[in-house]
């Protein structure tokens, strides 16, 4: 089993400020934004793109977790996953620019999940998405708007973001 790195943790704020910059370009700055990441990595990858916005643009953009458990089509397989906490910012997201956030794309099954769980909080403007890591292999019609990094990979290899918040070390990895 061989497994070797491919983002290092400047790699990843490399990429995470290389996004927030493309989300400021794109929603011709900070209003109207609301940044929601997808626990579990996803939600740290958010807090730390609303940093970047604030201190970029001078503006405080709302940052929350949107929890998908519920609304993904796989809980028959894994029943066992456990709801995260859905943390929707002061003001809603009725109006606003959505970015999802996830730490790696892969069949878009989690993001057709999260629009699934928008729709039951609100009606946003729009809804970009931001990922750090999009290895291909779509299941679904579903496409990032800012990627950390392309990572073409077998559908028998496995992705691992670890991040400092959650598992004390930041890298990204790829093994069979």
Do not use: C, W
Request: net charge neutral.
């Amino acid at each position: 089993m061989s497994t070797r790195t491919v983002l290092h943790e400047a790699d990843i704020a490399r990429a995470l400020t290389r996004i927030s910059h493309e989300i400021l370009e794109s929603n011709r700055g900070p209003a109207g934004l609301v940044i929601l990441g997808i626990p579990r990595r996803g939600f740290p990858l958010a807090a730390r793109i609303g940093s970047l916005l604030a201190e970029i643009s001078g503006t405080v953009v709302p940052v929350g977790a949107l929890d998908v458990t519920m609304y993904r089509d796989d809980l028959h397989r894994n029943p066992t996953r456990a709801p995260q906490p859905t943390e929707i910012p002061e003001g809603g997201i009725d109006g606003k620019v959505v970015v999802l956030v996830d730490d790696v794309l892969f069949s878009g099954r989690s993001i057709r999940a999260a629009l699934d769980a928008l729709q039951d909080i609100g009606r946003p403007a729009a809804v970009r998405l931001a990922t750090l890591v999009d290895r291909g292999h779509r299941e679904l019609p579903i496409r990032p708007d800012f990627v950390g990094k392309n990572l073409p990979s077998a559908r028998d290899e496995r992705v691992n973001v670890r991040l400092r918040e959650v598992d004390g070390v930041e890298e990204v990895t790829i093994g069979s």
